[in-house]
């Protein structure tokens, strides 16, 4: 099943994970944050998990507090696949820290790795900033 939103894209790869595509030249900000819960909410009522590819991640200071903060959130692999994102990644890993977000974030490199985790069925990744 695929959805999209005002600033991403979205498709279910199985019942309980979906893979994010960020619409490019979109500054993910509240607003955004807002659509992504009411879409969420209407959409699921049980957990989830997320993998969003990030090629570039344009946020607000107040998307990056609010996105990804849904109570159903169970995991979120952010998958690296243009050089360069790490920073960025950094900065909104340290924020979603500051704000006490109690959900699982890891970095990966790899899809299938990436994939692996969402499932359970990994611990090993190249990059890991939560200590998760």
Request: with cysteine.
């Amino acid at each position: 099943m695929k959805y999209s939103l005002s600033f991403c894209n979205i498709t279910q790869i199985t019942d309980n994970i979906f893979e994010v595509f960020e619409n490019k030249n979109v500054t993910i900000d509240k607003e955004c944050a807002d659509e992504s819960w009411k879409f969420w909410d209407e959409l699921r009522t049980e957990p989830f998990s997320l993998l969003v590819h990030c090629s570039e991640i344009p946020l607000s200071f107040q998307g990056a507090q609010e996105i990804g903060r849904h109570p159903l959130h169970q995991k979120v692999a952010l998958f690296i696949d243009t050089p360069g994102q790490e920073q960025k990644l950094e900065v909104v890993m340290d924020v979603k820290k500051m704000i006490g977000t109690p959900l699982r974030y890891n970095v990966f490199y790899d899809r299938e790795k990436a994939m692996e985790w969402l499932e359970g069925k990994c611990r090993d990744r190249k990059f890991l900033n939560d200590g998760t």
